[in-house]
């Protein structure tokens, strides 16, 4: 019902011609509020299942051939998700309130993406994800090509061959998975629980390969970031919020959801590796976002900076050793709180940098100088944005990094280098700030309207709730904290 | 009453964060900022009293397995009133200053105050960490107030970035505490495994060098001058700077348990003192000089920490705390009526509003060391515990507290200097170069440098009996901290002496290598910063240059491979295929020839001799006997022949 509830609707939305544009729009906007409403509905009868069990399951027969069934459920992983999801999705459809272009094709495209974004959060099983994975793809590329800017076909090209590709990797892996387990089929939870492979580790090493490269692509890390940056200069800024928000998630969802419980000793093998590669993006990530003069690009490489680090602390949790148990899960938690909390602070972010290219067709920060002048409104959330970013207490960011930093640091000391990232994030954001908002009014500020409402509407909310859950984290690390608990011990095995 | 203090040391926290953060963020707060703040200030007095009688402890469960938890021990007791009271005074001294923005000042400085109350009452390390960075944060914003400025903005950036470079270590010691076995709580610290024990030490050490402005991080404190002096008399005086000094009185169990970090702690304190002390001598402008005060005055604390003696680091945090808020607010004053802070502005200064003149001269003296204000013997409480580690580093001491009597000597020869009429000129060209003054100076600027002048003159009794046993207690450190008398007296003499001879020389030695706070900001510039964007372009060029074109390049070569298979496929594969069907067309057609000339023929041929044949046979069918007979004889002959040559 929660998947398909916006897809339905998009497809009544593409169905029916002659609706006004503005009926259009606020369908848009209230299919997204039911569906938050009931995923709000869903999280509060929402009980811990047992350890590798799922809760409010559903599985139905698909393709029996391939032993490959329609199989949703959720647990502590999959449920912050699907939560922060809804959330960002609502503030898209009430941020496009005031989009000209096409507005109802956008709100079909939107909502067949939100259903897919769910599907893919839900997924318990390896096709249906794949499915959902690629339909993702699909669905963006639409949104970069068809509402995006500068260049967006060759943009959108790129973003949808680089990470179609990945996702053929991720196929091979799949099926590598799939011919190994005795019986074959590609439930997930049977996967996790049979582990096949384990004796064999090369063919282990292969599959896992063959995975994580298909995830790297789409979280994206180092060196398979560099499509990131143009598909989120031309896309639509509603197109970036969504894709930095839930489409990175996928990636870094796989890893915890797939990659870990069903390959634990070739994860282990290669813990190091994914450590190292956490690491790199981390710093390289944070430098390079450093040097750009485009504000769009250079939130982009925060968000190679970000994904870094739940790369790092999934890395982590491979290294099996002594009495660290305790400190990896706390780095899992950690990553999967920055999940939660990057989708919903980038989201913001990158809503605001539509708020500049709406008024001004800019993104170049030389360009721009004391906006806080015309208008401060935009400064303040844009302040308080950047702040949240570059892990202030009392925002998200903090709480998840910190036990990223915390659980690393405990379980691998080396990891420590990882820490100098957030320095690095604070100097560029700080950089950014002085940039746009502080001096004389000068260049493209001139003139600057500040935020209207639906933009204070979309992009408040996210940011409140980063304050909220930055504030509380308890009800978050309730759901987050066994599951994690069972990734770790999953990892273990 | 325990239920009511726990709640009271919620509010501590929480109230003034939940109103500063509300009054920062509506923007037509603007007319009910002061009343609003000022009676939360006044609440949190009220509150911070009642806490530090009660001594309650609040937790609640937070991340990693650990809680999030405000304790008021003895220590905390102490600072805590001090800091709401200057907070109080501060916001009440801020009406002259801020004149617009009024919300947004007083709510980031509230937000601040809330935030310092946390750390100063933070029982575990997340805690602390937490506090620890929304002070850093809130100093940011404050100190880049006026952002038209781009160059106060990047005094808040420099700041900012600097006490976070060292608050790296905390995150560091936050793992290395959960590595360390014995948990995040500051008490449990020193119980952790030797070897994770140790980085927690540097980790907090570093931190805490940071937020104090020790070396060689001194030089974000000569930056932040460019934020208001109100803010200087908070943050720069009793509220984030004292907190790096705090932090480490708190943790000095920790120090003590490593082994090595007492005797670092002490050398790094000493060399600050000294060197800062210098530094502060060679300034021209006032901010300056109090700023290179505040770092070495701090570094008496932070000798404190290393030296084990929390008392006297205590009461020296406490006095100086009031001392300085007292000389930034003056500072602050002039600023705002004459529009400069630079000492050739304000010759005579002094006598132009008296009440702030004489104030200030209390604080000047309570800072050069002089008896019986409040410095002097704190500051011997601190030195008496660090002869006895080592003597050197107590003649560093010494020395450190004749630079601070002659820097403070310099300000008062300064502000009391009779200007005559023909050199008034000189000095009035200075006025209004920072900003345009008002040449007044409020009732309600003044009123709060008096409770300040009186904690200048007398916090010092905290550091002499009576009231030093009750200190003592309230730290844990029963029967310690008792300062010789002969200490006392040589070092009031010191100070008293170099003040004589600055008054009466009228001027001090300017250390020129000192003026530019030793070098560090430039050294910051070219060993950190800059190399750090040069790295962060060479990467991004790297990045589009290689990275991304290897990319496309990959891309780019499948697509030339495809074309040229592409071609391949018309070249080859298909002219292969296509002269294989001609071939075999004119295999099938000379086929077809061979077929007609040779088969056929050979058929034909067949046939015709058959036919041939045939006509052969039906000759000797005459139908005459006697032929037959003949026939016959022939074939029997024949016959006979074959017999005989058979057989």
Known sequence: MIIFLPLVAGLALAALPRLGDRTARWTWVAVTAVDLALIIGLWLRYETPPPGGLAFEEQVPWIPGVNSSYHLGVDGLSLPLIAMTGVIFLACAVYALRNRRRPRAQAALFLFLHSVSLGLFLAADLILFFVFFDLSIVGMYFVIAGWGHGNPGRSAMKFFLYTFLGSLALLVGFIGLYVAAEPHTFDMPALAAATPLAGRPLAGGLVLAAILVGLAVKTPTVPFHTWLPPAHTDAPSVGSAVLAGVLLKMGTYGFVRIAMPMLPQAWRAWAWVIVVVGVVSVLYGALVALAQTNVKRMIAYTSVNHMGYIVLAVGVAGLVAGDTAAARSIAVTGAVYQMVSHGLITAALFLLTGVLRDRAGSYEMREYGGLAAPAPRFAAVFAVGAFASLGLPAFTGFIAEFQIFTGSVAAAPVTAVAILGILVTAALFLRALQGLLAGDTRGRAVGFTDLRPAEVWSVGPLLLLSLLFGVLPRPLLDVIEPASATVIDLVGR | ?647
């Open chain 2, 1 to 647: 009453m325990n239920e009511f203090a726990q709640v009271c040391l919620w509010l501590l926290v929480l109230l003034p964060a939940g109103v500063g953060a509300v009054l920062a963020a509506v923007a037509r707060a603007d007319r009910v900022a002061v009343p609003v703040s000022a009676s939360t200030a006044a609440v949190m007095v009220g509150l911070s009293a009642v806490v530090a009688a009660a001594r309650p402890a609040v937790a609640v469960p937070f991340v990693a397995g650990t809680d999030v938890a405000l304790t008021v021990d003895g220590l905390a007791a102490l600072i805590l009133p001090m800091l709401t009271v200057v907070t109080l005074l501060v916001l009440l001294a801020a009406t002259g200053e801020i004149r617009t923005s009024t919300a947004r000042f007083h709510g980031l400085m509230l937000v601040f105050a809330a935030a310092v109350a946390a750390t100063a009452t933070a029982a575990t390390l997340p805690t602390l960490l937490m506090a620890w960075e929304i002070m850093g944060a809130a100093s940011y914003a404050l100190i880049g107030f006026q952002w038209r400025d781009d160059d106060r903005v990047s005094a808040g950036l420099t700041a900012f970035l600097t006490t976070r470079a060292a608050d790296l270590g905390l995150y560091l010691a936050a793992g290395a505490a959960l590595a360390g076995g014995a948990g995040l709580a500051l008490a449990d610290l020193p119980a952790s495994s030797p070897g994770w024990r140790n980085v927690i030490t540097a980790g907090i050490l570093v931190a805490a060098l940071g937020k104090a402005a020790q070396l060689p991080f001194s030089f974000w404190l000569s930056r932040a001058m460019a934020g208001p002096s109100t803010v200087s008399a908070l943050l720069h005086s009793a509220a984030m700077v004292a907190m790096g000094g705090y932090l480490l009185l708190r943790v000095e169990p920790l120090l003590a348990a490593s082994g090595w970090a007492g005797p670092v702690t002490i050398g790094l304190g000493a060399a600050t003192a000294l060197l800062l002390s210098a530094v502060a001598l060679a300034q021209r402008d006032l901010k300056q000089l109090l700023a290179a005060s505040t770092a070495a005055q701090l570094g008496f604390v932070v000798m404190a920490a290393g030296a084990a003696t929390v008392t006297g680091g205590a009461a020296h945090l406490v006095a100086h705390a009031a001392t300085k808020a007292l000389l930034f607010l003056a500072a602050g004053v002039w600023l705002t009526a004459l529009g400069t802070k630079r000492l050739t502005g304000l010759r005579g200064v002094a006598k132009r509003w008296r009440l702030v003149g004489w104030s200030a001269t209390i604080g000047a003296l309570a800072l050069a060391g002089i008896a019986p204000l409040s410095l002097w013997a704190t500051k011997d409480a601190v030195l008496t515990a660090v002869a006895e580690q080592s003597p050197w580093l107590y003649a560093a001491g010494l020395v450190a507290s004749a630079l601070s009597a002659a820097y403070a000597a310099k300000i008062l020869v300064v502000i009391w200097l009779r200007v005559p009429a023909d050199r008034r000129a000189e000095v009035e060209a200075h006025f209004d170069e920072e900003e345009r003054g008002t040449r007044r100076v409020t009732v309600r600027q003044q009123a709060p440098l008096l409770p300040l002048a009186v904690g200048a003159a007398c916090a010092g009794l905290l550091a002499l009996p009576p009231l030093v046993a009750a200190v003592s207690r309230a730290v844990g450190e029963p029967g310690g901290a008792h300062t010789p008398a002969w200490e006392l007296v040589v070092s009031a003499a010191i100070a008293l002496v170099v003040l004589l001879i600055v008054v009466v020389r009228r001027r001090v030695p300017e250390p020129r290598w000192a003026l530019r706070w030793l070098g560090l900001p430039a050294a910051a510039s070219a060993l950190v910063v800059r190399p750090t964007l040069r790295c962060a372009n060479a990467l991004a060029r790297f990045d589009d240059r290689i990275v991304d074109r290897g990319v496309t390049g990959a891309a780019r070569a499948a697509l030339a491979v495809s074309r040229r298979a592409g071609g391949f496929d018309d070249r080859v594969v298909d002219r292969a295929v296509e002269r294989g069907a001609a071939g075999t067309l004119r295999v099938a057609q000379r086929a077809g020839r061979a077929d007609d000339r040779w088969l056929d023929a050979a058929v034909e041929h067949l046939a015709a001799t058959v036919r041939r044949l045939g006509r052969l046979a039906r000759r000797p069918q005459t139908g005459q006997l006697h032929q037959y007979y003949l026939q016959a004889v022939v074939v029997l002959v024949l016959g006979v022949v074959l017999l005989v040559a058979l057989g």
